[in-house]
């Protein structure tokens, strides 16, 4: 007897990942023609895919694959979304002058929060910095997220919420740590969260490495003229960076050679000036190197 199977399908949908749906007609006529249709909110039943049409095409729900073949007079169609929405999706058999259809609906729908960019780290007043992490395009809205990093109670999390066209959200949460903390170069803060989505909670950390405000070094201030056996200084300014932890170290490079030789201290006198907080919060110093040139020195080294 001409029948369908139950269509199966996973019993969460996940946006924007890859859905099968499969549905088999056993003993099928042989003029037996196929189509898949959804149906969702006010729009009515939208045709995805008919028997006959030659290739996947751009429908008005998104790309999708139909792979139908046969196993004797049994015929089974697979039907593939990259992405979708939710919906009550159908598979009609026409054969034989007969009609056969099942349906199956979507019950849970979800789509896993993605994180576009690494934790944003900036300066907020004079004592404290500011985490930011963004999680975008999930759903449902429902979902935790947790900082810490082990140094008694912290102020909470301040969140920010953008509901989208498509029904998923986008969740801003920012979190403010004392800077004196970072000067420990082990100090961490790991920021969790879990959303149904997700096999397990995801994490990222944030450490002084991860800081943005790495040294700047500008071009060298030197003599217009090095003369043998007359002291001379090269200076050189390096800012942009945080914190004020700064080593500070000059080298000798052998012309047309690429080996670093540290400079020798009876020689070359290395001084530099106290770090100064700039505007901007970053920190800025200055650097010398004071040493009295010989022939080979000026001819030969950089």
Not at 269 to 291: H, I, L, M, P, Y
Request: proline share 6%.
């Amino acid at each position: 007897t001409f029948s369908l199977k139950p269509i199966v399908g996973p019993e969460t949908l996940t946006i924007g990942e890859e859905t099968k749906l499969k549905c088999i007609g056993t003993n099928c006529p042989s003029d037996v023609q196929v189509t898949w249709s959804v149906r969702g909110g006010s729009d009515g039943e939208i045709v995805l895919h008919q028997s006959g049409e030659d290739k996947a095409t751009e429908s008005l729900l998104s790309p999708y694959v139909v792979h139908s073949e046969t196993e004797g007079n049994n015929h089974i169609t697979t039907f593939t979304l990259d992405k979708h929405t939710g919906a009550t999706f159908g598979c009609k058999f026409v054969g034989g002058g007969k009609v056969k259809e099942k349906h199956f609906h979507t019950k849970t729908i979800q789509a896993k929060p993605k994180v576009p960019e690494p934790i944003n780290i900036t300066f907020q007043g004079s004592h404290n910095l500011d985490l930011t992490l963004k999680l975008q395009r999930f759903y449902p809205k429902d979902i935790r997220i947790k900082w810490g990093c082990g140094e008694g109670t912290q102020q909470p999390a301040r969140e920010e919420w953008r509901e989208n066209s498509d029904l998923t959200w986008d969740l801003t949460s920012v979190y403010s740590v004392p800077m004196d903390l970072f000067k420990d170069p082990a100090f961490r803060v790991r920021v969790t969260w879990k959303h149904g989505s997700l096999g397990g909670p995801q994490s990222r950390e944030v450490s002084v490495a991860d800081f943005p405000w790495r040294p700047q070094v500008e071009d060298m201030k030197l003599p217009q003229t090095l003369r043998e056996k007359e002291e001379a200084t090269l200076s050189c300014r390096i800012c942009g960076y945080y914190p004020d932890d700064l080593t500070v170290q000059w080298f000798r490079l052998e012309k047309g050679g690429k080996k670093e030789s540290p400079l020798d201290p009876e020689t070359y006198r290395v001084s530099r000036t106290e770090s100064q907080e700039q505007e901007d919060k970053t920190f800025a110093c200055d650097t010398n190197v004071t040493f009295i040139p010989t022939i080979n020195q000026i001819m030969g080294l950089n």
